[in-house]
Every structure is written in structure tokens, then in C-alpha cells.
């Protein structure tokens, strides 16, 4: 499952310039290892973070933000049941396009109070969309 450690450790490989086997070289690590930290498969323990935080010139924390949010939404799925299979079926998505990413990108920096006042814009407008082509 992807996640905001994912998203920083692919996020600060692209602005340093490096590929997955160059951080994997500097690391001592097997570049399949590398990999499953950024696709999320398996997460570094806390004194990897902190190596992969060296490589890439910033502090570790960089690599943790947006985690707590991460940990909220989760708490707050599983005291909900978790999503439905409407939801699963709501939200799937196939590929995603430079535009949706440089959103992403975008979003990422804004507090949680910002991205729920973009979010509800973005569902207003799309609302009124759907409303003109009816």
C-alpha cells in the first residue's frame, strides 16, 4: 500500500536526481529492497530513514510528513467498518495523468484544513459539471 513515506522517499530520489539503484548502492541495500520501501510494500525501520535522509541531504522528519494524517484517516476507517465496495468502486482509477500528479504534488503541502476546503471544492465543481451534461 502506498503511503506518505513512499510518496517522500520517491518525491526526494526525483529532486536529488538519483536512480532507485543508485540510492540502493549508497544504502548497501538490494535495489528490490529500495523499491519496496517507495511502492510501499515493506517500510524502513526508523535507523534506515535516517541513512536514506542522509543521502538525500535533508532530516528524516522530512520523510515522515503527512504520517500522522495517514495514522488518522486509518483509526478513523476502521472505527467506520472501513471503506465499502462502492467507495472501492467510486474511487479506482487506472492511470494517472502529469496534471493529476502535479495535484498531488500540490496537495501534499497544504495543512489538512486546506486539503478539505480543496476537496470540497473539488467535489462542487465536479457536482456542477456532471449537472451540465445532464
Same mark, same amino acid.
Given at each position: 500500500?502506498? &503511503?506518505m /513515506?513512499?510518496?517522500?522517499?520517491k ?5 536529488? %536526481?538519483?536512480?532507485?539503484? !543508485? ?5 548497501? /541495500?538490494?535495489? &528490490? ?12 525501520d ?5 541513512? /536514506? ?11 515522515? !510528513? %503527512? ?5 488518522e484517516?486509518?483509526v478513523? *476507517?476502521? !472505527? &467506520? %467498518?472501513?471503506p465499502t *465496495? ?20 500540490v ?9 478539505k476546503e ?8 465536479a457536482?456542477e459539471?456532471?449537472a &451540465?451534461k !445532464?
Open positions: 500500500m502506498y &503511503s /513515506i513512499s510518496y517522500w522517499l518525491f526526494y530520489r526525483h529532486e536529488c %536526481g538519483l536512480t532507485q539503484q !543508485q540510492v540502493a548502492d549508497r544504502l548497501k /541495500i538490494e535495489r &528490490s529492497t529500495y523499491t519496496y520501501y517507495e511502492t510501499g510494500k515493506t517500510k524502513p526508523i535507523g534506515t530513514l535516517i541513512k /536514506i535522509a542522509k543521502v538525500f541531504n535533508i532530516n528524516y522528519t522530512q520523510l515522515l !510528513q %503527512g504520517v500522522e494524517d495517514e495514522l484517516d486509518a478513523a *476507517d476502521i !472505527q &467506520s %467498518g472501513g *465496495d462502492e467507495d472501492t468502486q467510486k474511487y479506482r482509477t487506472h492511470a494517472t495523468t502529469k496534471y493529476e500528479v502535479e495535484l498531488l504534488f496537495a501534499r503541502n497544504l495543512t489538512p484544513k486546506q486539503r480543496v476537496m470540497n471544492l473539488a467535489k462542487k465543481l457536482a459539471n456532471n &451540465s !445532464q
